[in-house]
């Protein structure tokens, strides 16, 4: 999995005529701005340590258990640029290529694989989990492959798992303490040697012909749910509004979140310090950790559902449109859906992020004019879940989520992986009234649509 699901896809990118089908599990997305070593244009500060284990091993490793658990001294350096000097480490593709590339150009397409995917003739068995490193990876490669891929083959031999996993798939029914059932970890290994049964050798009368394309796992109902087609055939893309009196900060603020457009309305506010980052537990691994005390902090807003009378499923693609302003030139956008259950813990189901300076597009640099209300389309991935009755939906918003991220220094200097300048301290403020109707978009699926799958 991981870097080795990624590598299927640079050989498969050259459409050599013996790679006959793949199974890339857990690979990063081929777009190295929107999962890694950038995610929405952030820095993710776990890429620093991978990068100074493996610059003292001569980029030989072949045990990760110990990697990504704890905060690292040089994440609090600056810029990127320092901190992995701080690392000990003397990388000349960091220090030559890497860092002198701030934005998605030439460069970083050639890193990437995406742009190959009208070269591509393989079928993929795409695999990931809701919570792993690289989770949109699959989701992106199966519909990008479908709708481009260079075969026929290619095109309908594509096939999408998701299941309530980490970044190591299929181990394990539970985690942070959340029990998905027994049925979580699933004969993902018989479902794999069908699919090279049927591509290697022919074998095309097996179980693949009668297995749908897209296996995903429903959080809450604890249901594989089966599927022609990502997103699921069906799904009601339904807009979900911010509101608030003015003082949505923490979790004991009164930001609210219901379906019905707002009106007139006073914004919400925060200070964005550098030198005061949300700082979240360090859990690179992921999965459903619980927020409650992060959201403590006054630099997040949290909006809050009513409680759920009955259930409502969201399964597929998120994303967020949020007006907002800055009286600094460039910030950082968080934006996360949690699942709040009854006993008050809020489990995070995923995560959105954006650089504003590339919120339109990430191979340009367009700074923001301070205080100035701006519309910034956030991509939130993908989630599956249930939210079951008693339980409410929260979002939270911040423009640091540190150490898991990096953070902006928000002075608009020209190479933010080399912003050396005094951290700027500005005012955020999000928009929710009749004209900024500051929203999230969820994938509701109406009940009894969906097939439950035997997997």
Known sequence: GSYTGQTQWYAAGQAPKALKAIVPIEAPAGNCFVNEPMYGGVMSLGILEWLALLGRRSFQMSHFGDIHKEHLHYFEEKSVEKAVEASGVNCRWWKEDWINHPNLDDFW???????????????????????????????????????????????????????????????????????????????????MLSFFDYWLKGKTDNSLNQAAPVHVFVVGANEWWESNAWPLPGTQPTPLYLHSEGSANTHRGN????????????????????????????????????????????????????????????????????????????????????????????????????????????????????????????????????????????????????????????????????????????TQKVFHDTDHPSHIILPVIPTRTVQLSDK
């Open 255 to 426: 930001g609210v979140l219901n379906f019905d457009k707002p009106g007139t309305e006073p914004d919400d506010s925060y200070i964005s310090d550098p030198n005061d980052p949300v700082k979240a537990p360090w859990d690179f691994r992921g999965g459903p950790v619980d927020d409650s005390e992060v959201t403590n902090h006054p630099g997040i807003l949290c909006y809050t559902s009513e409680v759920l009378t009955e259930s409502l499923d969201v399964v597929g693609d998120i994303s967020a449109v949020l007006y907002a302003s800055s009286s600094a030139k460039d910030c950082d956008w968080h934006i996360r859906l949690v699942d709040v259950h009854p006993d008050g813990k809020a489990r995070f189901m995923c995560h959105g992020a954006l650089r504003a300076r590339f919120r339109n597009g990430f191979d340009q640099t367009e700074l923001l004019t301070p205080n100035e209300v701006t519309r910034f389309d956030i991509d939130m991935t993908a989630t599956g879940i249930r939210f079951l009755p008693g339980h409410r939906i929260r979002i939270e918003i911040a423009s640091s989520w540190f150490s898991r991220f990096d953070r902006n220094l928000q002075t608009g200097a020209e190479n933010w992986m080399r912003d050396e300048g005094e951290p700027v301290v500005a």
């Open 109 to 191: 397409q050639s890193c990437g694989y995406e742009h190959l995917w009208p070269k591509m003739t393989v079928p993929a068995l795409n695999v990931s989990g809701w919570w792993g490193l690289n989770f949109n990876g699959a989701p992106r490669n199966f519909v990008g492959m479908r709708e481009l891929g260079a075969s026929q083959a290619a095109r309908e031999g594509q096939r999408l798992v998701i299941g309530p996993w980490p970044h190591r798939v299929n181990k394990r029914q539970s985690l942070n303490g959340y029990d998905f059932g027994l049925n979580s970890v699933t004969g993902l290994s018989d479902y």
